[in-house]
């Protein structure tokens, strides 16, 4: 009964930056692994990025490599997406959840993803 919240979404320029935030609430924390996933409607969810438990394992969609980073703050009960050099195509609904993380792929576990947070990337 891990209890995952989004937050950090808003409007933002192209080429600016945003950090998203996922703060868990439950057992087991720091051995769960933490994906982020984003979807726009009519189109499938897509991984974007997850983080293992200990952040020895970290995967990127190409589509995100070399402009977001993943991060984990254990004592704050925190997963982070800082994205930067933000692309219109970047916008979506961004959610996370607890995951399979591997180098090549990420997989969700859950089907419940909760609300998630609408990132905005427009001029």
């Known amino acids: 009964q891990v209890h995952l919240v989004e937050s950090g979404g808003g409007l933002v320029q192209p080429g600016g930056s945003l950090r998203l935030s996922c703060v868990a609430s439950?057992?087991?924390?720091?051995?769960?692994?933490i994906g982020w996933f984003r979807q726009v409607p009519g189109k499938e969810r897509e991984g974007v990025s997850c983080?293992?438990?200990?952040?020895?394992?970290?995967y990127y969609a190409d589509s995100v490599k070399g402009r977001f980073i993943i991060s984990r703050d254990n004592a704050n009960f925190a997963v982070y997406l800082q994205m930067n050099s933000l692309k219109p195509e970047d916008t979506a609904i961004y959610y996370c959840?607890?995951?399979?993380?591997?180098?090549?792929?990420?997989?969700?576990?859950?089907?419940?993803w909760g609300q998630g947070t609408q990132v905005t990337v427009s001029s």
């Open positions: 983080i293992s438990g200990s952040a020895s394992t970290t």
């Open positions: 439950g057992f087991g924390w720091q051995g769960f692994a």
């Open positions: 959840a607890r995951v399979r993380c591997e180098r090549t792929r990420v997989t969700a576990f859950s089907a419940d």
